[in-house]
C-alpha cells in the first residue's frame, strides 16, 4: 500500500495531485500529518504544501470539468466525511486520465458518489442559509451560532453577506470552533476563545441587547398567532425543519 501524508487542506491535497503525477507513483490512501501509518504501508510519502503546485491543478481541473463539475469538488471537500479525500483523487485521476468527460457517466461508482455526496452539502448550505436565526448583542453585532452536519459554512456566507448587508454580524460554527465576522464592509474568518456558554444556542443575559428579549417575544407570538392547530403535521415539520436546528430557532423556544 502506498500512502501519500499531507495536511488536511484542499490546497494540500491538490498538491498531492501534482505530485502524484510527477513522480509517476499514485496513492492508495491519503493520510492527515501525524496519522497512524496503515500496518500493511510499502511505502509512503510526505506532501509539502505549495500554493503554485495546487493552482496549476485547479486550472487544469477547470479546462477539463464544468464549472458545476468543479464545485461538487468543493462541497465533496466540505463534506469532512471519512475517505473524501480518497474518493476525491480516484475522481481527479479519472477525470484527467480519459479523454472523454466523465461527469455524467454515473455508471462509474466513484462518479456516482462524488454527485450524492455534494447533493447532501448543498443540502446543509440550504438549510444554513434557511435557518440561521441572528441575535442581536449589547454591543449591536448580530450573532448567529450553527453547528452543520457537514462544513458547510464558507458555501453560505456570500448569500449572508448579500442578505444582511447592512448590519454587523457573526455566524459561528459550534462544531469546528470558527466563524465569520461582517464589519459592513469586508468578511474574516473569527475564532472565539469561549464559547461554552454558546452551546446551548442562546446569547446570556449578560450578552443580549436590551430590546433583544421584546423583539423574540414578539416572533413567538407572531409565530404562534400564525399556526393553524388543525394542519399542524409534526412527520412533515421535521422533515422541512430538522429538529437538530430547533434550540437555534426563537420560534421553537
Known sequence: MIVFF???????????????YS????????LGEGSIAPMFMEESYTVITQEDRSARVWASLQKKLSKTA??????????EEEGSDDLLFRYIRKVFDNVHSIEMNFGDDDVLQIHQLAKKVAKEELYLKQFIRFQKAADGIYFAPVSPVYNALPLAISHLKDRFSDQ??????????????YDLKTVIEITLTDDEHLLTGKLNDALMAEDEKLFQELWKGYFKSMTIKERINPKLH???MPKRFWKYLTEKQ
Open 6 to 20: 499531507y495536511d488536511k487542506t484542499f490546497e494540500g491535497f491538490l498538491t498531492a495531485v501534482f505530485d502524484a
Open 23 to 30: 513522480r509517476k507513483i499514485f496513492p492508495d490512501k491519503l
Open 70 to 79: 468543479c464545485n461538487m469538488l468543493n462541497y465533496v471537500w466540505l463534506s
Open 168 to 181: 454587523r454580524w457573526v455566524v459561528y460554527d459550534l462544531k469546528r470552533k470558527y466563524g465569520y465576522y
Open 238 to 240: 421535521r422533515q422541512h
